[in-house]
């Protein structure tokens, strides 16, 4: 066990919908990061907040958006969901920019 | 450019031998870290390994080791006497450390391997 807890484990929707995915990073840690990990594209970096202030954004799309929250915890938000989007999403915390991250066990979006 | 790069999409190895999985890195930062993953078929993320640029002694963790080669930029991973439950996904990993980086962990595209009973 990470530490790091993500919510839910699975979930199926819609195009066009619109879900929000929690991570609850271990304690102590201030750092949140978002990955995306695709059969094609891989693991990418969707982006990274540091006791409530985006830090770093990576290949993240416009119709998904972020936040952390004053007690750590993080929540991303993907709207007009599209086949494509269809993935495992990966949240991380560490509690400084070394050393490594402890990954949550993922929450697996399937949209049909 | 960041990168990293695994040349091997999959690898077999039988039970008990030892595999070496590759992967090299480029980055222009003086100051980073390495790192290894292990992703089984259930899908969580397990830290395996961690190498800083400045370590001088190859890093160990029980039945793995890295292989760092700073000089070629390389960064491979040596799982000794394998088990059936070493069959994963396996991801390298690059934190640069330099000034104006974040933490993010940039990662490869992953080898898959399969160990024979």
């Known amino acids: 066990d990470s530490g790091v807890t993500q919510t839910p484990k699975h979930l199926i929707t819609a195009t066009g919908q619109r879900v929000t995915l929690r991570c609850s990073p271990r304690?102590?840690?201030?750092?949140v990061y978002w990955y995306q990990q695709s059969l094609d594209q891989g693991l990418q970096f969707l982006i990274q907040?540091?006791?409530?202030?985006?830090?770093a954004k990576g290949n993240i799309l416009e119709r998904f958006s972020a936040q952390q929250f004053p007690d750590l915890h993080s929540e991303l938000n993907l709207s007009s969901l599209e086949l494509g989007d269809s993935a495992l999403y990966f949240c991380a915390s560490s509690v400084a920019s070394t050393g490594e991250l402890f990954f949550g066990e993922g929450s697996r979006l399937t949209v049909l | 450019a960041q990168k990293i790069t695994q040349t091997q999409p999959g690898m077999f190895v039988q039970e008990k031998e030892a595999v070496t999985l590759d992967c090299t890195y480029d980055t222009s930062d003086p100051s980073y870290g390495l790192f290894w993953y292990k992703q089984p078929s259930s899908g969580e993320m397990i830290f395996l390994i961690y190498q800083g640029s400045y370590d001088q002694q190859n890093a160990t963790e029980g039945r793995y080791s890295l292989n760092f080669q700073k000089a070629r930029k390389s960064a491979n991973l040596v799982i000794s006497a394998s088990q059936l439950g070493d069959s994963a996904m396996y991801f390298c990993a690059m934190r640069p450390l330099g000034d104006g980086n974040t933490g993010k962990l940039i990662f490869g595209q992953g080898t898959t391997l399969q160990v024979k009973p």
């Open positions: 304690s102590g840690d201030l750092s």
């Open positions: 907040y540091y006791n409530g202030e985006e830090r």
